[in-house]
C-alpha cells in the first residue's frame, strides 16, 4: 500500500473526512481525489477490503466477473459484465479482477476480490491511515465560524489514534455487525461469521435460523456434510430467479432448495422461531407456524442466519435516524442524513437512501456493482455543492442526442446496474444549449423541479426484460416515456430512434443549440 513507512493522515481537522477502506470508502476515496478534493480517510482494518476480507464464509462471492464479454476490459461498457472491479478513469486501472481470477468460475473467491480490492489502492495510490478505529463522534463549533462549510459546525471525531474533525464526515463502514432477533435462546448460539470448520457438522442435523442468502449459503456448504439441514423463519423463502432483481436468494445458493422439494434431507420451514433451548448435547427449537402448530425440531447445532446492523456506533445519538431492522441511517438523494446535515454515507450504507423503488424493486446499492456509481456521483457532488469546484459539462448536438441516448440505455454500465435509480440528464437550456449534466439520482431530478433536461434510464418491473424510460422535464411539469423491451437487450435500431426522437422533438425545438 501507499506510504508504508509511515501512516498518513495524523489526527488533526481536515475539510473532509472518509470512514472505511472496503470497496465504498475505496471507491469514494479515488474519486474524491481525481477531482482534486482533498480528504482524510481512516480505517480500523490493517489493510484494504473491509469485509471481503472475511467473508463469504464459503469464500466465494455472488457477484460475476464475466472474462469473454466482446467488450474490451478496458473500457467503460465492460463494467456491466464485471460486476467486481472499482471504477478508474484511466483505462490502465480499470477492471482489476479478471487478471486475478483463476479461471475456475466467474464467481472470484473471496481471496481473489480481497486481493483485487488492494491491487486497485496500490495502483491507483490511495492512501489510508489503518488501524485507526473510529470511537466516537461530536459536534462542536468550527473555526471557520457561521461562514465556515456545515453551517459553522464541525463534527469531531475520537479514535485510537487520537481527534480528528471536519465539517463533513462520509462513513463507509458497512452492514456487518450481527444482528440477533430477541429470540430466547438466541442469543448462546453461534451467528453466521462465527461459522465453524464444515468437518465439525459431518454427520450433525444442522438448524439455520434465517432464509435468506447467508442461510442458504451455509446450507448450500453444508450439504455434503450434514444429516439434516433445517431452515426456519416467518416469510417465505424468495429466489433472484422470479423476482428478476437481487431480492431474493441468488441462484448459486439454490440446491437446498431443491434438496427439499425432492424430500433429499433438507427442511424448509415457514415458521417463528418462538425458543431455543438446550438440551444435553444439542438443542430443541421450537417453532410455531401461521395456523398457530408449534412444532420442536431436535437439532445438535444451531445457527443464527439473522443478518447484520449498520455500525453507527453514537451517531443516532447525535442526530442520525435510522430504519429497518439493518438500522440504516435515512438518507436523501444525494446520501446525506435526512436529519444531521454534514454527515453522509457511501458504501452497502447507501442502499438507506432508497430512491423510487419502482414496482417494488430496490436499488442495487446494497453490493459493490451499484455502490461503486453511488461514490462516484456522491464525489462530484461533494466537490461541486461543498467545494465550489464544478464538473465539466460537454455540449450535444441536437442531432447526436437520441442515438447517443440509445447508446446509454443499452450499454451505460451505470444504468444497467441501478435501474430506476441513476439517470443520465441532458440540459436543454434555450440559452446556453443542450449539455450533458452526467449521471445523478433519479430521484433527484423528479424533485428538483428546474430547468427543462431529459433523464434517461433502464427499468425493470419484476417480471419481463429491462426496458428505456425516458422523462421530461419542460416548464416545471415532467413527462415519463416508456420504451419497449428487446429479447437482445439492443435499443439502437431504427424504430427505437424513431419512437426516441418523436418523443424529443418537442421539447428540443426549445433548445438552444450549441454556440
Same mark, same amino acid.
Not at 489514534?161 to 471536519?166: M, T
Not at 424430500?263 to 448435547?281: N, P
Not at 425440531?297 to 443464527?304: E, G, L, Q, R, Y
Not at 438523494?333 to 454515507?345: K, V
Given at each position: $500500500? ?36 482533498? +480528504? ?20 466465494? $462471492? ?24 472499482? #471504477? ?11 487478471? #486475478? $481470477? ?19 489502492? %496500490? ?53 456487518? +455487525? ?64 422470479? !423476482? +428478476? ?16 422439494? #425432492? ?23 421450537? !417453532? ?21 446492523? !449498520? ?20 438518507? !436523501? ?6 436529519? #444531521? ?75 444497467? +446496474? ?24 433519479? %430521484? ?72
Amino acid at each position: $500500500m501507499a506510504e508504508l513507512g509511515q501512516k498518513p493522515f495524523p489526527p488533526g481537522r481536515y475539510r473532509l473526512i472518509v470512514v472505511g477502506s472496503g470497496p465504498g470508502g475505496l471507491q469514494l476515496s479515488y474519486s474524491l481525489t481525481r477531482l482534486g478534493i482533498d +480528504h482524510a480517510l481512516l480505517s480500523d482494518d490493517p489493510a484494504p477490503g473491509g469485509m471481503f476480507r472475511r467473508w463469504p464464509v464459503f469464500q466465494r $462471492m455472488l457477484s460475476w466477473t464475466k472474462p469473454f464479454a466482446g467488450v474490451e476490459h478496458h473500457e467503460e461498457a465492460y463494467e456491466r459484465y464485471d460486476w467486481n472491479s472499482l #471504477l478508474a478513469d484511466d483505462k490502465e486501472n480499470r477492471a482489476v479482477m479478471p487478471a #486475478l $481470477m483463476d479461471g475456475t468460475s466467474y464467481f472470484p473467491s473471496r481471496p481473489e476480490m480481497q486481493k483485487g480490492l488492494e491491487t486497485f489502492a %496500490q495502483r491507483t495510490g490511495i492512501r489510508v491511515r489503518f488501524g485507526c478505529r473510529w470511537e466516537s463522534t461530536r459536534a462542536v463549533p468550527s473555526p471557520a465560524g457561521g461562514g465556515g462549510q456545515g453551517g459553522g459546525q464541525d463534527f469531531l471525531l475520537i479514535t485510537s489514534d487520537g481527534e480528528y474533525r471536519a465539517p463533513i464526515v462520509v462513513f463507509a463502514v458497512g452492514v456487518a +455487525h450481527p444482528y440477533r432477533p430477541p429470540i430466547p435462546g438466541l442469543e448462546s448460539v453461534p451467528h453466521y461469521g462465527d461459522f465453524r470448520p464444515v468437518e465439525s457438522y459431518k454427520d450433525r442435523r444442522v438448524f439455520i435460523v434465517g432464509k435468506q442468502n447467508s442461510g442458504f449459503e451455509i446450507a448450500t456448504g453444508l450439504l455434503p456434510w450434514a444429516r439434516q439441514l433445517v431452515l426456519a423463519s416467518p416469510s417465505p423463502a424468495k429466489l433472484s430467479v422470479i !423476482t +428478476h432483481t437481487l431480492v431474493g436468494v441468488r441462484a448459486r445458493y439454490v440446491q437446498p432448495y431443491e434438496d427439499a422439494a #425432492l424430500a433429499g434431507g433438507v427442511v424448509i420451514l415457514d415458521t417463528t422461531i418462538e425458543e431455543v433451548v438446550k438440551d444435553g448435547a444439542g438443542y430443541r427449537v421450537r !417453532t410455531r407456524n401461521a395456523a398457530g402448530r408449534e412444532l420442536a425440531v431436535p437439532a445438535d447445532d444451531v445457527i443464527a442466519a439473522t443478518g447484520f446492523v !449498520t455500525p453507527l456506533r453514537d451517531l443516532p445519538a447525535l442526530g442520525v435516524a435510522t430504519f429497518g431492522q439493518s438500522r440504516l441511517p435515512a438518507q !436523501t438523494p444525494f446520501w446525506e442524513s435526512a436529519t #444531521l446535515p454534514g454527515i453522509f454515507f457511501a458504501g452497502t450504507i447507501s442502499q438507506g437512501a432508497a430512491g423510487l423503488k419502482k414496482h417494488g424493486i430496490p436499488s442495487n446499492s446494497g453490493a459493490v456493482q451499484g455502490y461503486r456509481y453511488n461514490a462516484r456521483v456522491l464525489a462530484r457532488h461533494l466537490a461541486e455543492t461543498k467545494f465550489g469546484v464544478p464538473a465539466a459539462r460537454e455540449r450535444i448536438d441536437a442531432e447526436a442526442l437520441v442515438p447517443y441516448l440509445l447508446e446509454q440505455v443499452g450499454h451505460g454500465p451505470e444504468l444497467w +446496474h441501478q435501474r430506476a435509480y441513476l439517470a443520465r440528464v441532458i440540459n436543454l437550456d434555450r440559452e446556453t444549449g443542450i449539455t450533458n449534466e452526467g449521471v445523478i439520482p433519479l %430521484q433527484s431530478f423528479l424533485d428538483s423541479g428546474r430547468s427543462d433536461a431529459v433523464a434517461a434510464t433502464l427499468e425493470s418491473n419484476g417480471q419481463g426484460d429491462p426496458y428505456p424510460v425516458i422523462y421530461i422535464r419542460r416548464d416545471g411539469s415532467v413527462s415519463e416515456h416508456v420504451l419497449a423491451s428487446h429479447p437482445l437487450l439492443d435499443f439502437t435500431g431504427t424504430d427505437y430512434q424513431h419512437e426516441l426522437r418523436t418523443v424529443l422533438d418537442p421539447v428540443l425545438s426549445g433548445a438552444g443549440s450549441p454556440a
